[in-house]
């Protein structure tokens, strides 16, 4: 069956609706094609449970939006980036549905006749599918005590706490964010497994070695996590076993690809590396025909990659040759407003360069084997 009302097969059906799926989305909606965003959460989840007034960074600098892009962006705190993405969505007309029941369970079928399951049981029919299903699956720790209530994964609102003692473990940008954002008014210790902070943003790398010059934050270095107990963290590090007092621990530690998701799909990663992303064409379509990869889920860490990419993807997929011969009704793809017409300019505003070297300098170390790279820090054994 299919979803009711539905007659025609969408064009573009985008699954994810954080940056990169609702550029696409947003896109879709200005060229007048057929389209829906399917999202599980909240309309752009991953930015919700960033903490309360946290400063979104517009990084690169050296990376352009495209210059028509039907979102806006800009550095600023959460509250504005959403409010931002909400009025933009809504004033292109994009068609979005969130919460538990879009979120989608199966993908069958081939370019041009895609079904697809959403949770609710309904089935919508679509030619193209754009996937920017991000890297939400949060890591967590299995070690004994893992599942005491005091230790957490995400900050919500810093100030929230006040004179309490809050362990950071994993240094990547979410890591210090948090620790940065507690430790004015906290006790804050930042558990490290290396010594420096190789995965974080400059600018945050410096903020945090400031703090700890001025002793505001303890940082424990080439440490790992051993086990929780009751308000506390024991970690082991050079110099043997430490139990570190804690009334709260934020455990920043990494998120998972969506790999068994795309394995059922046909779609595997480019290597056997645990990081390594899927691989994808100069036009983003993965290796299964009608199937286009965006975002963050092809190794994208940062929110300027993901809405450029969205809105790309809408011009590839749409200026497919399928799309061409089976619909003449996608304004897209008329020879007045074609988006392949438009390419060569979108490519350029891109470096014209192929999405596996759109990469910037801060989030360069995407190899040939596909390796993600991921805002969150890397995983602390
Ligand atoms: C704490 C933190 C702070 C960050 N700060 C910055 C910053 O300051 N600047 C910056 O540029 N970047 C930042 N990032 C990175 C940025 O958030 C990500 O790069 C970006 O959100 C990735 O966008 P995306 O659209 O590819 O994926 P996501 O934003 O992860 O969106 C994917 C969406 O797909 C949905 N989804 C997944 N599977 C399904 C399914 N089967 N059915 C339906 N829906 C599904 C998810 O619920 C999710 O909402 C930060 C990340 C974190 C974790």
Known sequence: MTLTG???????????????GLAAGAEAARQGVPHIVLERGELAQVV??????????????????????????????????????????KAAGTNVRTGPANEVLAIEGSKGAFTIQLRVGNRLAARHVILALGQSNLNRFDCPGADLPHVAYQLSDPGEHEDQKIVVVGVGDAGIENALALCNRNEVSIVNSGTEFPRAQARNQDLLYRAIAAKQVLHYTNAQVKRFEERAIIIVTNEGEVRIEADLVICRIGARPPTEFLKRLGITPASKDPNAVPPVSETYESVVPGIYLVGAVIGYPLIKN????????????????????????????????????????ISRASNARSPSSLRSPTCSSETSSGRRRSYAPSPVK
């Open 6 to 20: 539905q007659t025609e097969p969408l064009e573009i059906l985008i699954v994810g609706g954080g940056p990169a």
């Open 48 to 89: 919700v449970w960033y903490q309360k007034r946290k400063l979104v960074m517009s990084e690169p600098a050296d990376l352009p939006l495209h210059q028509d892009h039907p979102l806006k962006f800009q550095e600023g705190p959460r509250e504005a980036v959403l409010q931002a993405w909400t009025e933009g969505t």
């Open 306 to 345: 993901c809405l450029n990419q969205g809105y790309e993807a809408v011009g590839t997929s749409c200026a497919s040759p399928l799309n061409r011969r089976t619909s003449p009704s996608c304004a897209a793809c008329s020879p007045t407003r074609g988006s392949r017409a438009r390419w060569p300019k």
